[in-house]
């Protein structure tokens, strides 16, 4: 990637967080929404089960019994899986069918830089939510995540990365379907479920665990809970940073490659202005 | 008559392209099962040269192929066949190339981002462009000028007019500093004053060295703005010239329009029409209530107004309205075609 | 108001309830999702439970002590096809106004004779069809999948509860619909009150969890007598007799709400043709 593209990058970037301004209460409900349709619903089953103020059942799983800095880690990868999903690959979609993608692509920047530059932005706005839902946890729920949450940072840099190949996939089916509503509805709550976002993954059935660990959210969501909760990890660490790595790797060369192969049919079919 | 100026700014050679009708399900496609869809083509090979310095236009009507050669020139489009080459360059091998060095206003005021200023959609798009960070501030500024939107640069798109949002659109398509310009129906929904506004902004263009291709579909904005014009139907060239070369093709210089009665109130009778054809060359007649009106081709309305009345007082009818205007486009597409421009 | 034109409004009922069905009709991957979420979205609850459990009876038996019922898929199951439901009525009637005002066709829509009532409440009928679809989903899931024995009896009483639960439910969709026509701002109305609805209603946990001052809001709700009254008859063996306190309370609630829904549209009604907003937004 040039400079120009880079800059085009930056530049899409900006145009989202400024068109994202412009919408405030949006911005507010990105915090606001995960916290009530996931995270306070899930801490009340939680507390359902408590055994003398303690989650046992939970411990004796995971290894830890704090509940709300179970939760609220999990979210953080939830907010990348979502920015993925809605920001970088549905977001396009909304742009084509609105009719600003169209003179967008006439000009010399590459059309994946549009998932690149969107990715940016979403990436921004899921960290600086992530980052309230934490403080929110801490300051109201008991939370008590340690300082090796640091040490999980760069799996969480790693996982942002496979995100945009994921946002490079994910777009490259929804630019060719006429109402991709209920895809992307459905992949994004597949995937952070079965990555563990929600719940242990050892609670899922055994025919579905092996997809588990083919997700690169899977491991950094694990490894997030190891170094900031202490929990038991899946795999042996080491195991879990090199799958990290090459699923990432993995995600972002895949994702290109049909995201140009979608670009391509787009021009031959002429669905780009077509809304 | 040929292109102007060294250089050709566009050349097409049986530009083709073809699309299928429908969709293939997802159980066609797994199966491998052969594509029995209609295909129909949009634009059936067309042949264009365009010099450099030229202001050409593309008339035709609704669905006659404008907007999806403009697409293909754009490089939006893959073609099914033929070649194109824009500014000297293949427009599917170095597409990229292509779209750094021409500007497109292919859509309206709908492709701008209305919660954002004009200046912050520029800025946008300057970077998209790929303006050098040092220049950008000046080309804003200067296509913000050329458009006449200076004073309202900070103001959100939403807030704009219609033809306000049309300027900004071709302010856009100025960003990379052109060397060509693709319109494509650039005044559809405008009023006429912010329609004759943009057609000022068009010839300045070319005052500025500009090649601008137009697409429309009003005879009179082809008329007044072109160099040249390729009229189109059914996706091919049916003729290519300048303004008055094509209307010269009619063999007269005025047009002049009938509605004519018998004097008992009853449509004229075949010996009426018998006699205009010896005064001029009737173009095109239709019945309506108890009137036929008459379009006829004359060299001099002078000498073919007397000669109508005289044949209808010799055949008991009435001439219940005259007007003579000039052939325009639209009688020379009617003539190469048959049809209206706007069907 | 004349036989001619009661008979009138119901015609124009049908026709709006028809008019929804096949607006919907165009959207095929609705109907999937409409297989998929009443499913998708408990089940990820339950496999939540069991973490939460692990292989711990003492946690197990604190979650019977607190939702009186050992079920577990049972409870999420029945909580969440009433959160869903009541998704549905917010979103799709409930917005349905503010989305013709954005479409265009509200004006046109006011320019009709036909009463307030069926323009508020046609809507809503078409809703009935996926509320019933729903519903299977979730007794045939819990039945195939889970085990849970649900007895004719028990499903007929069922029916009763969602039947009281109507007035309640619509009557908030509408009302819904008035505020949000007055105001826009949909997604964060929808989102602020589907979000009170979750937190406040119990859809994934008993109602004693809560802080007194929650309980207390949550009483205030008509979904928390539904979703309650649901569980106790299906998965406790509860009769009507033991939920009469707590059907007249929902029955009551869903008089005061289908009256406030008639009164806000009307007050919506005369501002918008005051201020001349039916047309824009």
């Known amino acids: 990637m040039d400079a120009a593209e880079l800059r085009a990058a930056f530049a899409i970037a900006r145009k989202e967080l400024q068109v994202a301004r412009r919408y405030p209460l949006q911005l507010v409900n990105e915090v606001l929404q995960p916290l009530y349709q996931f995270l306070l619903p899930s801490l009340l089953l939680g507390a359902t089960f408590l055994v003398g103020g303690r989650a046992i059942g939970l411990e004796a799983v995971t290894g830890t019994a704090d509940l709300a800095g179970y939760l609220f880690l999990g979210t953080i990868v939830g907010g990348l899986v979502g920015a993925a999903f809605w920001e970088m690959a549905f977001g396009l979609k909304r742009e084509m069918d609105a009719g600003t993608l169209e003179p967008a692509w006439l000009t010399p920047t590459r059309p994946e830089t549009f998932v690149f530059g969107r990715a940016i932005a979403a990436l921004l706005i899921a960290g600086a939510a992530s980052a309230a839902l934490i403080g929110i946890g801490l300051a109201f729920f008991g939370a008590s995540v340690g300082g090796g949450l640091l040490l999980a940072l760069p799996a969480l840099a790693v996982a942002a990365a496979s995100m945009i190949g994921i946002g490079y996939l994910v777009a490259s089916v929804v630019l060719l379907i006429r109402e991709p509503n209920f895809f992307v509805d459905a992949t994004n709550f597949l995937f952070a479920v079965i990555s563990g976002v929600a719940f242990p993954v050892l609670v899922l059935p055994v025919f579905i665990q092996p997809i588990a660990y083919i997700l690169p959210t899977t491991y950094a969501v694990d490894l997030l809970r190891v170094y900031a909760l202490g929990t038991r990890p899946l795999l042996d660490p080491a195991v879990e940073w090199a799958a990290l790595f090459l699923l990432a790797g993995l995600t972002i060369w895949l994702g290109r490659a049909a995201f140009r192969r979608t670009e391509r049919r787009m021009r031959v079919r002429g669905t780009l202005g077509q809304h | 008559m040929t292109a102007r100026g060294d250089g050709l700014a566009v050349e097409a050679a049986g530009l083709l392209k073809e699309f299928e009708k429908g969709r293939r399900t997802l159980l066609q496609r797994l199966r491998r099962e052969p594509d029995r869809r209609e295909r129909f083509r949009a634009v059936d090979g067309i042949d264009l040269a365009v010099g450099r310095g030229e202001i050409f236009g593309v008339l035709g009507p609704n669905g006659a192929g404008k907007t999806t050669t403009m697409k293909m020139l754009a490089t939006l489009l893959e073609p099914t066949a033929g070649s194109a080459r824009v500014l000297g360059l293949d427009i599917v091998r170095d597409a990229r190339e292509v779209r750094r060095r021409m500007g497109a206003v292919l859509s309206d005021g709908r492709s701008l981002y209305w919660k954002l200023t004009a200046r912050e959609n520029l800025e946008y798009f300057a970077a998209l462009y790929h303006v050098p960070a040092a220049e950008q501030r000046d080309r804003i500024a200067r296509v913000l000028a050329a458009v006449k939107l200076d004073d309202r640069a900070d103001d959100y798109v939403e807030r704009y007019s219609t033809g306000m949002r049309q300027r900004l659109v071709l302010a856009r398509a100025l960003l990379p500093d052109p060397e060509l310009l693709l319109l494509d129906e650039p005044t ?54 300048t303004p008055a070369a094509l209307k010269r093709t009619i063999g007269a210089t005025e047009v002049v329009h009938l509605e004519i009665a018998a004097e008992d109130g009853a449509p004229p009778n075949g010996g009426f029409l018998g006699r205009l054809e010896r005064a001029g060359q009737v173009a095109h007649r239709e019945q309506r209530e108890g009137t036929l009106a008459v379009t006829v081709h004359a060299e001099s309305a002078r000498e073919f107004v007397p000669a109508a009345f005289d044949a209808a007082r ?30 | 108001m004349s036989a001619t034109s009661l008979l009138a409004d119901v015609h124009a009922f049908g026709a709006a309830a028809l008019k929804e069905w096949r607006l919907l009709r165009r959207y095929p991957t609705l109907f999937v999702g409409f297989l998929f979420w009443p499913i998708a979205l408990p089940l990820a609850y339950v496999f939540q439970a069991r973490g939460y459990a692990g292989d711990s009876q003492a946690a197990l038996d604190a979650f019977a002590a607190r939702a009186g019922t050992t079920e577990v898929a049972g409870f999420l ?16 009637p409930g ?78 969709g509408a009302l819904f619909a008035s505020v949000v026509l007055r105001y826009g701002e949909v997604s964060a109305l929808v989102q602020g009150v589907r979000g009170l609805l979750t937190v406040f209603c119990g859809m994934s946990f008993p109602i004693v969890v809560l ?71």
């Open chain 2, 188 to 241: 559809v929904g405008l009023d006429p004053q912010s329609a004759r506004d943009l057609r000022d902004r068009v010839r300045e263009l070319q005052e500025q060295g500009r090649t601008v291709l137009l697409t429309t579909h009003y005879m009179e904005e082809a008329d007044q703005l072109c160099d040249r014009i390729a009229i189109v139907d059914h996706g091919k060239v049916v003729a290519l010239d």
């Open chain 2, 314 to 343: 010799a055949e008991g009818a009435a001439i219940r309205h005259v007007e003579v205007v000039p052939v325009t486009l639209e009688d020379v597409f009617i003539s190469l075609t048959g049809r209206a421009l706007r069907e």
């Open chain 3, 77 to 92: 199951f029945l909580g969440w096809a009433a959160y869903m439901w009541i998704s549905m009525i917010l979103w799709g």
């Open chain 3, 95 to 172: 917005t349905a106004l503010r989305t013709e005002q954005v479409r265009g066709s509200l004006e046109a829509l006011f320019m009709t004779p036909v009463s307030r009532l069926v323009i508020l409440f046609g809507p809503l009928l078409s809703q009935v069809v996926w509320a019933v679809w729903m519903f299977g989903i979730v007794a045939a899931t819990l039945a195939l999948v889970f085990g849970v024995d649900i007895a004719l009896a028990s499903a007929l009483r069922a029916l009763v509860v969602i039947g009281v639960a109507v007035p309640a439910l619509y009557g908030l």
């Open chain 3, 211 to 281: 802080p007194e001052w929650g309980r207390a809001v949550a009483m205030a709700l008509p979904p928390t007598y539904l979703i309650g009254d649901l569980r106790r008859v299906l998965l406790a063996g509860a009769g009507l007799a033991e939920l009469l306190p707590s059907l007249a309370v929902l029955l009551a609630l869903g008089v005061l709400l289908c009256g406030l829904a008639v009164v806000a549209f009307r007050r919506t009604e005369r501002y918008a043709r005051r201020g001349g907003s039916l047309a824009q937004y």
